[in-house]
């Protein structure tokens, strides 16, 4: 409905793990060096949290991540024990805007009684001068975000209008685009230095980095069809 309620897919940046055997590290001190490094460097607006996230169902144990977040694109960090081993990992990936159907016809409610609210207090002929002069007034603000960047930081985290401004209003220019693959490509340098200098001091001086590259990691199953099929053709 309208490119905005429809659900897509998280677009995959990196997704990459190193698996140690026996060995150990310490987790809270490998998350606090890498918030260190990223301020160290300087890295804009960056939010720092831990986060965490169950193994499996309701009552299963829960595993701390490090998530990195700057706008849409978002880093989960993890490190953690596997057996009488140990691994790190790091998921970048971009997550994309979506309303939900609640969401949508919420605010549909909303702005009917505000419309009727407006037309049984100054009539219909005054109400309705209110009404669009309060869109228009919106429409305006939306307007003037685009080259207004703390208007757009602060429109983007909005539950409702943040995802209406996103959709029509906001563009997505060239600086934006290679701010957001620069952010994911250093945050995930600087976490493989990390996780090498840590492998180093456990004395493993050349760990291992494994890519996970399987395309059903984004594509559905139909989709994943068509990428078959395309690359089939290509092949011929």
């Known amino acids: 409905m309208f490119g905005i309620v429809r659900r897509r897919r998280p677009f995959i940046h990196a997704h990459w793990y190193v ?8 987790t809270e001190h490998f998350y606090k ?24 169902g309701w009552f299963s144990g829960k595993r701390t ?8 694109v978002v880093l989960d960090i993890c490190s953690s024990a596997f057996g009488t081993g140990w691994y790190y990992s790091c998921r970048a990936a ?15 409610l909303v702005l009917g009684v505000t419309f009727l609210l407006y037309w049984q207090l100054y009539g219909l002929i005054l109400g309705s001068v209110v009404v669009g002069s309060s869109i228009l007034l919106l429409l ?14 602060f429109l983007i985290y909005l539950p409702v209008m ?7 209003f906001r563009r997505d220019t060239y600086q934006m685009q290679d701010q957001r693959l620069m952010y994911a490509d250093i945050v995930s340098s600087v976490v493989r230095l990390k996780v090498i200098e840590f492998c180093a ?12 590259d399987s395309p059903d990691q984004i594509l559905t199953k139909r989709e994943l069809a068509k990428y078959l099929e395309k690359d089939g053709e290509k092949k011929r």
Request: glycine share 6%; hydrophobic share 45%; aromatic share 10%.
């Open 19 to 26: 698996p140690l055997i026996d060995f150990s590290s310490d």
């Open 33 to 56: 060096s890498i918030e260190d490094e990223l301020a160290a460097r300087q890295v804009p607006e960056v939010t720092v949290e831990r986060i965490d996230l169950k193994q499996a």
């Open 65 to 72: 991540y490090l998530r990195l977040l700057r706008e849409r």
């Open 94 to 108: 971009e997550l994309p805007r979506h309303m939900r159907g609640w969401q949508v016809y919420l605010t549909v």
């Open 140 to 153: 305006l603000v939306f307007l003037a975000a685009r080259s207004w960047g703390t208007l757009d930081e």
């Open 162 to 168: 943040g995802a209406l401004y996103e959709a029509y």
């Open 201 to 212: 001091a456990g004395g493993v001086p050349e760990p291992e980095f494994i890519k996970v």
